[in-house]
C-alpha cells in the first residue's frame, strides 16, 4: 500500500542454479509446507509443533507434531480458494522410531469443517510415505471457499510424527482452450486513464532525461503524485526545503515537465493527514491558475482509514483514521479547493467492501436498503458525506494482491468486478441518486510480494488487471510505481522468477534495459492492445488458466489480449470470432519467458524487448499456442467486404455486402474504369452483418461501377 518511507536502493545478487530450477517445474501445484509454510497459508495449529531437520522427506526442515493430549490438530488456514483447478492433496509422514502413529485429516470450506469426513493414514517407522487424497475424498472438489486443513493426531495421545512436503496437486492442462470473441457485444468504451502509474516525490531520477523516454515508450496516459503515502505529510509550499532536509527527491516542478512531455492526465493527492483545506486550496490555485496546467483530478488523502498514514486529526470531535472525521473535513476541502478551480474534479478515499476498516464505532450507519448497522469506512463517510450535502466527484479504491503465490495471485484478479459492484452498490445505498454521477477510480494497483513484483507474474497481473477493469466501470488504474528501489529479500523458492530482490517500480534507476523489469515490458505491451476511445468487446475462455481480453481499436482493428498463467504448459487455444472477419494476415506481440531469460544472460536489448512476428492463419476461426507465463497481443484487420451478386434495373442498383463491426464502409460510383474517377455516395458504419445499399438514382443507360471499401 505504498508504505514506503524513503527509497531503498540495495542491489540484489541474481542466484542462476535457483532461476534454472523455477523453470524447471513441472506443474502449476500450490506448495503449502516444504520447509516453511508458502502461498499464504497460516498457522492456527492447536498442537506443540516445531520445525526439525532431523529427519526431513526433502530440503532442510520438516514439521514435528508433537501432541501433548488427544484431539489436537494443526490447522492451516488461507483466504478463500478455488479447487477447480486441483485434483489431489499431498503430503509425506514419518512415524519416527515408534511408527504405527495415526494422521488425521480434514478439510475446511467457509471456515467450517462440519459436514466434510475425517480421511487418515498411518504412520511407518523411521522412513517417509506419501500420502494422497483426492479432493472430491476430502469433499472439496470443485469448490471456491477451500479455507483451510486440519493434521489430527487421531483422537488419541499419539508419540510425536512428522509432516513434509504438503501440497495442492494442480489438474493436467486442458488439451484445448476454447477462446470467444463477440465483436458485435460491446462492454464498454476505453478511458486512457486506465493506463497510468505513480510517480513519487523520493524519486530522484524522475525529471532525468531517462524517464520521459520511458513513459512514452509505454504510450502511459495518465500520472499521480506525489507518492502514496507521502500525500498525507507532503506540503507543497516547503516542498524544496522539506527535499532538501531528506536529501533526495524531485519537487513538483519535477514533476510537471514529465506530465507536461508525455501528455499525461494527472491526479494530485491533497494532504489530508497533516494539512489543510486552505494549503490544499493554494495547490489548486498555484498549479491551475497561476501555471495553468489544468491538472483536473485530486484526492483528498490517501488510504486515510489506514493506521500506517499520517493523520493527525485528534482534536476533538475529531478521531485520526476516522471515517466520520474524514467526511466533516472533507467538506472545507471540496468547498474551498473548487473555490479555487470550479473546473477540478474532487475524490473520497474508499474501500471496496461495506465492512471493512471499522475503526471507530461513535457514528454507526444504517443501511436503509438492508437495515444493516454499519461501522466500515465507506458506508459512514459516504453517509456522513451525505447530511454535509456534499457528492464526490469520483471514489478512490486501491487494490493490492496478498502474498498467496503466483498462481493464486494471478486467479485473483478477476476480484475487480466483484469491487466495482459492491463500491456501486453503497454509492446507491448511502448516497442514492446524487451518487449516480460519482466515477470509480483505481490510483494504485499492486502485484504481490517477494519476487513477484520484478518477475514475470507482476507483469501479468498488471496486464491481467487492466483486461479485467475494462469490463467494469472504473474508469482510471494507476500502477505502484514508476521507480521505488531495490531491497533485499529471502527469496521463496515456489516462487517463479531469478531476481533476489523486491522493487516495486517497474524500472531502477536510469531506464536502461537491464534495468527495465518484466512490469515494464508487459505494460509497454498495453499500448497495442487498446487505447482511449477503443470499445471492449465480450470475450471469454473456458479455462482460469488463459484470460482473454477483446477490443474493437477506432482504426477498426480487433485486438486480442491472451494471458497465459501457467508456469509450466503452453496452451493451444482455438479462437472463434462472431461479427468480425479479419484479414488472414496478423501480428502478434508478446512476451514472455524467452526474454525475461534474456535480461538474465545479459543479452542485447533487442533481445529482452517485445517480440513481433506474422501469422497467416487469421479467419473467423483461428488457432494458437501460448506458451507458459507469455503476454500476448493479435493484432487482426478487416477483411474487404463480400459483395452478393447485385441487381440493377432502369430504376436504380442494388447491392449487398457482408461487413464487420466497427469501421466505416464506404460506397462509391465511377462512370469509367480508365481511370476512375471515384464519387463517394454514402458511408456506413459496420454492423458485423449484411448490408443493403441502393442507389435510386436512375442509370440513363450509362455504363456505371460501384465498390465498397473499408475506411
Known amino acids: 500500500m505504498s508504505l514506503l518511507s524513503q527509497p531503498r536502493l540495495r542491489a540484489g545478487l541474481c542466484l542462476l542454479l535457483l532461476a534454472q530450477a523455477y523453470l524447471l517445474r513441472a506443474a502449476d501445484d500450490v506448495i503449502i509446507y516444504a520447509d516453511e509454510r508458502h502461498n499464504g ?29 488427544s484431539y489436537q490438530a494443526w490447522w492451516l488456514k488461507h483466504g478463500p480458494i478455488d479447487t477447480s483447478l486441483f485434483t489431489n492433496l499431498t503430503f509425506w509422514i514419518n512415524g519416527g522410531a515408534v511408527g504405527g502413529q495415526y494422521v488425521g485429516v480434514q478439510a475446511e470450506l467457509g471456515g467450517s469443517t462440519a459436514g466434510l469426513p475425517r480421511l487418515g493414514a498411518t504412520a511407518p517407522t523411521n522412513s517417509w510415505k506419501q500420502v494422497t487424497f483426492t479432493l472430491a475424498a476430502l469433499g472439496i472438489a470443485n469448490k471456491t471457499n477451500f479455507t483451510g486443513l486440519q493434521f489430527w493426531n487421531g483422537g488419541t495421545l499419539q508419540s510425536n510424527f512428522f509432516l513434509d512436503d504438503i501440497t495442492l496437486v494442480a489438474q493436467p492442462p486442458p488439451a484445448l482452450v476454447q477462446v470467444s470473441v463477440n465483436a458485435t457485444q460491446t462492454v464498454r468504451t476505453v478511458d486512457e486513464r486506465v493506463f497510468g502509474i505513480n510517480t513519487a516525490a523520493w524519486d530522484g531520477y524522475l525529471d532525468t532525461t531517462s524517464t520521459v523516454p520511458v513513459l512514452t515508450e509505454m504510450d502511459n496516459r495518465a500520472l499521480r503524485w ?20 531528506r536529501g533526495y527527491g524531485c519537487v513538483t516542478t519535477n514533476f510537471t515537465r514529465v506530465a507536461t512531455n508525455t501528455r499525461a492526465q494527472v491526479f494530485i493527492i491533497a494532504n489530508y493527514g497533516s494539512g489543510t483545506p486552505a494549503e490544499a486550496a493554494g495547490w489548486v490555485r498555484q498549479l491551475n491558475v497561476t501555471n495553468g496546467l489544468g491538472y483536473k483530478y485530486w484526492e483528498v488523502g490517501n488510504e486515510n482509514f489506514g493506521g500506517w498514514e499520517t493523520d493527525i486529526n485528534t482534536n476533538a470531535p475529531f478521531v485520526a483514521h476516522d471515517p466520520w472525521t474524514y467526511a466533516m473535513r472533507f467538506k472545507d476541502f471540496y468547498a474551498q479547493m473548487k473555490a479555487a478551480d470550479p473546473g477540478i474534479k474532487i475524490g473520497a478515499v474508499a474501500t471496496e467492501s461495506e465492512t471493512a476498516f471499522a475503526n471507530n464505532a461513535n457514528h454507526p450507519t444504517v443501511n436503509p436498503r438492508t437495515g444493516q448497522t454499519n461501522n466500515g469506512w465507506t458506508p459512514v463517510m459516504l453517509a456522513t458525506l451525505k447530511t454535509n450535502g456534499v457528492t464526490p466527484d469520483f471514489l478512490v479504491l486501491h487494490k493490492y494482491v496478498g502474498n498467496d503465490g503466483d498462481l493464486l495471485n494471478l486467479l485473483w484478479s478477476k476480484t475487480w ?48 488487471s487492466i483486461g479485467q477493469v475494462l469490463q467494469t466501470e472504473i474508469n482510471a488504474l494507476l500502477w505502484w510505481d514508476l521507480r521505488n528501489g531495490r531491497s533485499s529479500i529471502a527469496p521463496d523458492p515456489t516462487l517463479y522468477g531469478w531476481r533476489d530482490y523486491y522493487d516495486e517500480g517497474v524500472v531502477w534507476n536510469i531506464a536502461e534495459a537491464t534495468n527495465r523489469y518484466p512490469t515494464f515490458y508487459c505494460g509497454k505491451l498495453m499500448k497495442y492492445f487498446a487505447r482511449g476511445g477503443d470499445r471492449v468487446v465480450a470475450a471469454a475462455t473456458d479455462s482460469p488458466l488463459l484470460s482473454a481480453y477483446a477490443v474493437r481499436r477506432t482504426n477498426g482493428a480487433l485486438t486480442v489480449l491472451v494471458l497465459n498463467k501457467s508456469s509450466s504448459y503452453a496452451l493451444p487455444a482455438s479462437i472463434n470470432l462472431v461479427g468480425y472477419r479479419p484479414v488472414t494476415n496478423g501480428l502478434l506481440y508478446r512476451y514472455g519467458i524467452p526474454q525475461d531469460e534474456a535480461a538474465r544472460t545479459n543479452a542485447p536489448a533487442a533481445a529482452l524487448d517485445i517480440a513481433l512476428t506474422n501469422f497467416s492463419n487469421a479467419g473467423t476461426n483461428l488457432a494458437q499456442t501460448f506458451p507458459a507465463y507469455s503476454a500476448s497481443v493479435l493484432v487482426l484487420q478487416p477483411a474487404p467486404p463480400v459483395i452478393a451478386a447485385p441487381t440493377a434495373t432502369l430504376a436504380g442498383f442494388e447491392m449487398t455486402f457482408e461487413s464487420v463491426w466497427g469501421p466505416t464502409y464506404v460506397i462509391e460510383r465511377t462512370s469509367s474504369l480508365a481511370p476512375p474517377s471515384w464519387q463517394t455516395l454514402t458511408n456506413l458504419p459496420g454492423t458485423g452483418g449484411v448490408q443493403t445499399f441502393v442507389d435510386e438514382e436512375a442509370p440513363n443507360a450509362a455504363t456505371r461501377f460501384y465498390r465498397v471499401r473499408v475506411q
Do not use: K
Not at 446524487?434 to 483505481?442: D, F, K, R, S, Y
Open 226 to 245: 506525489p507518492g502514496g503515502s507521502w500525500g498525507d505529510g507532503y506540503h507543497w509550499a516547503t516542498e524544496v526545503a522539506d527535499l532538501n532536509a
Open 417 to 464: 468486478a466483484a469491487d466495482a459492484a459492491n463500491a456501486r452498490q453503497m454509492i446507491t445505498d448511502y448516497l442514492g441518486p446524487a451518487g449516480t454521477n460519482i466515477e470509480l477510480v483505481c490510483t494504485e494497483n499492486g502485484a504481490g510480494g517477494n519476487r513477484q513484483r520484478t518477475s514475470i507474474v507482476g507483469g501479468l497481473f498488471w496486464a491481467d
Open 41 to 69: 497459508w497460516d498457522d492456527w495449529g492447536w498442537v506443540p509443533h516445531y520445525a526439525t531437520n532431523t529427519p526431513v522427506h526433502s530440503g532442510t526442515n520438516a514439521m514435528v507434531f508433537a501432541a501433548t493430549s
